[in-house]
Each structure stands twice: as structure tokens, then as C-alpha cells.
């Protein structure tokens, strides 16, 4: 039980365009996901929480505008980072949140390389 | 600012022998104390410990939380090659607004 799947795992877009990333809760209903992104060899840094049914909650210095992201549903959130520039080049991983409280499991990330 | 330090970066070990990771944070309103092993691609959960003094223990691993101090540490004996990954401590804070922050974790090396 508690899978999360995205997708795609990976991906190579050319500068400015836009790029869609899913993450789904496969065997549990999700309120609540949470976005994070990894650089090489450096620690996952929390972007956004995404509930259901209402706007995401951005962290300081992560722009709601270039991430958007939907929680349609109970079971899939997605992340579209528009416009990408190299720079967004990273490992980007969700989260969704089980039963348990606190409890977080996450996504097989999804490997973004903007050219 | 919360923060989460792990110690240390790196460890590398033989087959067999028993390691211990620690993980000290500051944060405020601490809900929570996860720790998750990566490898090549999403963290996998481990363990939760959200009580003080109470260890959580699964086959050769094994985790435990001091709230008074604020670290955790975590143990893994008779340690295997498949061991080699790399380990984080997340802690969980906030209200309403709940979320972790990650600690830049131990790379943990197993050589045969």
C-alpha cells in the first residue's frame, strides 16, 4: 500500500517551454501533496503544498507563477513549470501524505533537463 | 528559519560492521521526526518517531528520538552492501501549514 507514481520519470524540453509533471496516490486518497525539488548531491527543498481543492502554498522564493500547480483530485496532483529555462534543470519529487499523520511517501521523481 | 543538520556527510564501512547517523534540528512547533533512505531515486520511508525515548525498531535498523536535546539517531548493525544509500532525517513542523524540511543527509558507503 501508500504508492506514489509520476510521471513522466524523465524528461528533456527545450527552453521555453512548458512541461507538465503528474504525481498520483495510487492505492490511497491524498488531501494533501507536496512538491520538492533535489540538486545533485544536495538535500530535497520543499516548493509547494498542494491541496485538494483549493491553491497551493508556496515556500519562500519559489515562484507560484512559473510552478503552477493543480490538485484536482483527491489521487493526482500536477506540477507544470512554464516557460523552462535551463536553470530548472533538477530532480523533481512529490510527496502525498498517507493515514498515518505526518506520514509522507513519495514519488520515483521525475529527472527535468532543459536544453 | 527551521533547520535540520545531519552527522556525518559521509561513512564509509565494512560489511558487517554497525553504524550510527545523527540528525539535530531547530525548528519551530516540531510535529515529527521521519528518516528515509535513497538511493538512485526517491526517498523511501523508514521510520516515525514522534515520542521521546521510545525506539523504533525494524530487522537491523533502529531509530530514536530526544526531544529534550532535539537529535535523532539512527542505527543500522550487521550492516550489508545493500545498505549503501543515502540517509535522510526530515523533521515535520507547522500547524495548518505542516510541512518537513530535510537535513542534506549521510552518504552511507557498505564495502564487501
Not at chain 1, 504508492?3 to 527552453?15: D, E, G, L, T
Not at chain 2, 539535530?24 to 512547533?29: A, I
Not at chain 2, 528518516?35 to 516515525?48: D, G, I, R, S, V
Not at chain 2, 529534550?68 to 495548518?96: H, M, P, R, W
Request: net charge neutral; charged share 20%; glycine share 8%.
Amino acid at each position: 500500500g501508500a504508492v506514489v507514481s509520476q510521471h513522466p520519470s524523465r524528461v528533456i524540453c527545450k527552453s521555453g517551454t512548458s512541461v507538465k509533471i503528474e504525481c498520483r496516490s495510487l492505492d490511497f486518497q491524498a488531501t494533501t501533496m507536496f512538491w520538492y525539488r533535489q540538486f545533485p548531491k544536495k538535500s530535497l527543498m520543499l516548493m509547494a503544498t498542494s491541496n485538494e481543492g483549493s491553491k497551493a502554498t508556496y515556500e519562500q522564493g519559489v515562484e507560484k507563477d512559473k510552478f503552477l500547480i493543480n490538485h484536482a483530485s483527491l489521487t493526482l496532483s500536477t506540477l507544470t513549470v512554464t516557460s523552462a529555462h535551463p536553470e530548472d534543470s533538477s530532480f523533481y519529487i512529490c510527496s502525498a501524505e498517507g493515514s498515518v499523520w505526518d506520514e509522507q511517501f513519495f514519488g520515483p521523481g521525475t529527472r527535468l533537463t532543459v536544453l | 528559519e527551521d533547520k535540520v543538520v545531519q552527522s556525518p556527510l559521509s561513512l564509509v564501512v565494512h560489511e558487517g560492521d554497525t553504524v550510527t547517523l545523527n540528525c539535530s534540528y531547530e525548528v519551530t512547533n516540531f510535529r515529527s521526526l521521519l528518516w528515509y533512505k535513497q538511493e538512485k531515486k526517491a526517498p523511501t520511508f523508514l521510520f516515525m518517531l514522534t515520542s521521546s525515548g521510545i525506539e523504533k525498531k525494524s530487522g537491523r535498523l533502529s531509530s530514536i528520538l530526544d526531544k529534550k536535546e532535539l537529535f535523532s539517531i539512527l542505527n543500522i548493525t550487521a550492516t550489508q552492501t545493500g545498505d549503501s544509500a543515502v540517509y535522510l532525517c526530515a523533521v515535520g513542523s507547522g500547524g495548518s501549514n505542516y510541512k518537513l524540511t530535510f537535513g542534506k543527509g549521510t552518504l552511507l558507503t557498505v564495502n564487501p
